[in-house]
């Protein structure tokens, strides 16, 4: 395909068969498709491909990987919008989880999810012959999606509330926060797919770079945008006192910032050649989101 845009629809029919089949019921099942299957940007998978195609392979090998980052991604966010964090009542233009299913069924959705996500990665990936690196490959989604990575940014963010933060504290804090899980887009397929170590640090590099574009991008839109721009409920930052990049630094410092960052990412992107193209061409839709 010309551009990684056109694996979208792919994506989705690979969620949708996913959700199919999950082996939950009734309201369960109801709830964690609900969330899954409500749209979005789908960076993660789309990054996950982008990387893999550095390997060479059947780009079809790695859909199983796309979706488990997404059912991830997806639990993060219903546990998110809860009304004992974020407290948000709309994602991705519609209703959030705990609107429509309750607090409960909301919590219970997103446990579900991110267990399913790890018995999705193991069914399709559980051959040693075909997948040597596998345990590898789910070791650094685990440890990114938990305590060491986004899991411990939420915590920051929610002990931030309120309080001054350092530029410093909010780098880490986000660094965990978004760009955790977005790393392990990017490098969890390449160690999958046994690509070199000195293109899984290139990897490893830009995801860190493309959270905080993610991030500051985000923060910067949360205060110009709309609700139906964003999805979301926008001014939700300042309202709750949270410190972000434009509270901590104005809206001109910050587009300042994402600019040099956008261009340091640019640059990490054409340090894997020719078949890095997908990921040049993500790196520049984050930071054209409408501004």
Not at 232 to 249: A, F, H, I, N, Q
Request: hydrophobic share 40%; charged share 25%; aromatic share 6%.
């Amino acid at each position: 395909m010309n551009s990684i845009f056109d694996f979208r629809e792919i994506i989705e029919e690979e969620l949708k068969k996913a959700a199919d089949n999950f082996p939950a019921e009734g309201t369960l099942k109801e709830a964690m498709s609900y969330s899954l299957l409500a749209g979005g940007k789908r960076i993660r998978p789309l990054l996950a491909l982008s990387s893999w195609k550095l390997t060479g392979r059947d780009m079809e090998e790695i859909y199983p990987l796309a979706v488990c980052l997404e059912m991830i991604h997806t639990y993060s966010l219903i546990h998110d919008d809860l009304p004992a964090m974020d407290n948000d009542d709309l994602r991705r233009g519609k209703p959030t989880s705990h609107k429509v299913f309750g607090e409960a069924g909301a919590i219970l959705a997103g446990d579900a999810l991110l267990n399913e996500a790890f018995t999705h990665f193991l069914k399709n990936y559980g051959d040693p012959v075909k997948y040597p690196s596998a345990l590898s490959s789910l070791l650094e989604i685990s440890g990114k999606a938990g305590s060491e990575g986004m899991i411990l940014g939420q915590m920051m963010d929610m002990e931030g509330e309120g309080k001054a933060m350092s530029e410093e504290y909010l780098n880490f804090m986000h660094s965990k926060k978004t760009g955790a899980l977005i790393t392990a887009s990017l490098t969890a397929p390449a160690i999958l797919g046994g690509l070199g170590d000195e293109k899984i640090n290139i990897l490893n590099d830009l995801g860190s770079l493309l959270g905080l574009l993610f991030q500051i991008e985000d923060d910067m839109l949360d205060f110009t945008a709309t609700a139906e721009d964003l999805g979301k409920s926008p001014g939700k930052d300042k309202r709750e006192d949270k410190t972000t990049y434009v509270t901590l630094l104005g809206l001109e410092k910050s587009r300042i910032i994402s600019e040099n960052i956008y261009r340091k990412a640019l640059e990490t992107a054409d340090l894997l050649g020719p078949e890095g193209n997908y990921l040049t061409e993500i790196t520049r839709s984050l930071y054209s989101r409408k501004k």
